[in-house]
């Protein structure tokens, strides 16, 4: 953080902080669990949890996959400062981001997508053009991965304020089911398929900001497949692509745009044919999937749903999934 935003952080300019996320090591989510003990926190069960613990106006949460701790509550900024910092991480950070992470201030491209993984919708593809005010700005307004937003209603929230940022350039493609299952057959494969959105955001989005040398992506399995598909003004900047890309600011508002476009499809065709359709590819999943084919028959999936996931065969009808 620059030293103005610095002294505005400190000075209560900027809003509280009410959830923070940080790696740790495995010795340091034990002796944070015995430092929490020390200090009277009450001890609960959550899923995929180590553990997780909380005290008032401050929960811990400290999950298995990293390890990661994940702090939340009102009183968020103080244990960061005064007891994971110096006790656990043995560094400050809070409010020192622009020192330890200037790249992350520096103008540049973030991509995500949402619904690659999802049987009913469509995939949205978004980018974020940034620089450093509107990641200043991003991070004020609590822009994280759209994964660790639970509420639909939060997402939307969130994406209005993204898309009126000053300064913040974005794009969305929403490829539909019927043409998504269109192009899969084109490209062959998801991650060909994936690369081209990539590219074609990276594209548009220079056409409005030129001078943008940097764009950020998640990592793919084979890093070539986006690196080929870069069209003429993409092949001409630095492509980063890396695991976790969410952390940076620009990409996880790109996230948060994504999944609000394939939020928003999923009600508004939920509404157009009276039935809610459910996210994943769990079994309710394939129940709203037969009750689609009983009342409209099994073409219907092609225009609601990705044909070539092995939830179209697992519909309880014979069904055809060419498209």
Sequence with gaps: MSLSALARYHAGLMPALTSYTHALTADQAARLRGLLAERGFEFMTKPYCLYAAARPKVNVLVYEKGPKVVVQGKETEDFVTNLLEPEILGEAKLGYEEVHSPEMFQPHIGVDESGKGDFFGPLVIAGVYVDAD???????????????????????????????TPGLVWEVI??????YNQLHAKFGNLNRLLAWGHAKIIENLLERVPGCPRAISDQFANPAVLQKALQERGRGIE?????KAESDPAVAAASILARDGFVGWLKTQGQRFGMEFPKGVSNN?????????ETHGAGILHTVCKTHFRTANEIPQEFDSTP
């Design 134 to 164: 509107v990641t200043r700005r991003l991070r004020e307004m609590g822009a994280v991965d759209s994964k660790r937003i639970g509420s639909d209603a939060r997402i939307a929230q969130l994406a209005a304020e993204i898309r009126r």
């Design 174 to 179: 929403s490829i539909h089911p019927e043409r």
């Design 239 to 243: 492509l980063v692509q890396r695991t």
């Design 285 to 293: 999943v394939k129940q709203a999937a037969a009750k689609m084919v």
